[in-house]
Each structure stands twice: as C-alpha cells, then as structure tokens.
T-cell receptor
C-alpha cells in the first residue's frame, strides 16, 4: 500500500494563479480531509469528505474548493492564490468510526505564493 | 481561546531524562483523545490514543483528566530519536462527523 500520496511536493505560485493539489489514498478509507499548517497555528481543517460525492467545509474553507468523485481521490483547488495561502498542506484519510480511528497523513505540499 | 492549547516549548532535555507535556482542551463534549508525533518537515503520525484510565506504551504514558479537561504525555528515558513535535488532538462532533482538532504542538529536543 502506498498509503496517502500527495503531489506536488513543492509549488511556487504568483498571486492570482490557480492550481490543484492532488491527493490519493489506497486504503479504501471513507473519510478524507485537507489541512493547512502554519507556524504557531497547528493544523487547521480546510475541507473534508465523508464519502464519494459528499464534502463539507472545515475551519478555514475560503479560497479553496474540493470534490470527491471517487473514494480514492480528493483534490484541493486554489481558485485565485493569495500570499496568505502560503503554507504546508496535508491531506489525510481514515476509516469511518465513532471514535476517530487512526488518521493517516500524506507527506505534504509546501506552497509559496508570491 | 484555542480549542486545544499546548506549551510550544522547546523542551531541551538530556538523553535519559523524563519529560512531561500537558495539553488542555475547551470542548467538554470531546470523546476521543490522541497524541501525534511530527518530525521536522514531515507529516504527523499517530503516537498513541489516550484512554480515560490512562495508558502506557513502552516509555510513553498518556493520561486524561476529563474533569479538568487536561491531557498529558510522559516520556521516560528520553532518546535522541524522541526529538520531534508532539501534537495533542481531541475530537469534536459535527453533524455525525468526528473532526480532529489539533493543538499547535510542543517541541522536544533531546541532546547527548
């Protein structure tokens, strides 16, 4: 199993550009999430999905879109990049369950917006 | 107020030392609690779950005090390889979905 994979590892964007961060998991997990991690802020939830076709907003959804057309894939789209979106982005997945279950993270995407 | 608060550290300790991290959470309805470990420039990984009765995994002991909304992690006989950031995580129910709420982390540096 590859676990959770993310591409790209690094990206530099100019303000106003759009891009898609890819995320895939091969563990047949129902739940998938996107987080951003900034110094001193911890991991903050951007969007999450409880299954194919179902997505919802997290704590910091503005400026980001997601879709979940398959169980495996959960791409994150930046519509018009802003310097405030400079961050490290982690995708994660876990099984559905009442007590949270173990969450598996991808290796992260480091994004710099100029 | 943040939902999960941790002392950011860093905690600088010699090999073999015992070190304890604390964490407080604000949502009294939280049901599940975890400690994750994050190495520099890597993704977080589950270290251990935290149970009401307290639990131990080798050199690591986790305790939960629901009345005080307080979680702790004790590391005995610290190793150089324990150097990392330790994230306190609690769950928050939202429409049937258990969100994981992460603290900002406590950094540990173990030196020879």
């Amino acid at each position: 199993n590859a676990g959770v994979t993310q591409t790209p590892k690094f990206q530099v964007l100019k303000t106003g550009q759009s891009m898609t961060l890819q995320c895939a998991q091969d563990m047949n997990h129902e739940y998938m999430s996107w987080y951003r991690q900034d110094p001193g802020m911890g991991l903050r939830l951007i969007h999450y999905s409880v299954g194919a076709g179902i997505t919802d907003q997290g704590e910091v959804p503005n400026g980001y879109n997601v879709s979940r057309s398959t169980t495996e894939d959960f791409p994150l789209r930046l519509l018009s990049a802003a310097p405030s979106q400079t961050s490290v982005y982690f995708c994660a997945s876990r099984k559905a369950g009442p007590r949270g279950e173990t969450q598996y993270f991808g290796p992260g995407t480091r994004l710099l917006v100029l | 107020r943040k939902e999960v608060e941790q002392d950011p550290g860093p905690f600088n300790v010699p090999e073999g030392a015992t070190v304890a991290f604390n964490c407080t959470y604000s949502n009294s309805a939280s049901q599940s609690f975890f400690w994750y470990r994050q190495d520099c420039r890597k993704e977080p990984k589950l270290l251990m779950s935290v149970y009401s009765s307290g639990n131990e995994d080798g050199r690591f002991t986790a305790q939960l005090n629901r009345a005080s909304q307080y979680i702790s992690l004790l590391i005995r006989d610290s190793k150089l390889s324990d150097s990392a950031t330790y994230l306190c995580v609690v769950t928050s129910q939202s429409g049937g979905y258990n969100k994981l709420i992460f603290g900002a982390g406590t950094r540990l540096a173990v030196h020879p």
